[in-house]
């Protein structure tokens, strides 16, 4: 698992909490649709910015 995986990995299960923290807020309530524009709008996110880092930085190692 590469770095970009694990910051993709944190930022779903972040966005699962903030849905299941909706659970205790009054007013608020928890939606699968919330939560699945999250995971999906962080992995694009992290991805696309992955991808501008290797192409500002070709000749050096980026995957810890």
């Known amino acids: 698992v590469n770095q970009t995986e ?3 990995l944190f ?3 972040y966005a699962a909490a903030l849905e299941s923290l ?3 807020v009054p007013g ?3 939606a699968l649709l919330d939560f699945a524009a999250g995971a999906i709008g962080t992995a694009i996110g992290t991805a ?3 991808r501008v880092r290797r192409l500002k930085l ?3 190692r980026i995957e810890r």
Do not use: E, H, I, M
Request: aromatic share 6%.
């Open 6 to 8: 694990k910051l993709v």
């Open 11 to 13: 930022n779903v299960c």
């Open 22 to 24: 909706q659970f205790v």
């Open 28 to 30: 608020r309530v928890p």
């Open 48 to 50: 696309a910015a992955a």
């Open 58 to 60: 070709p000749n050096q």
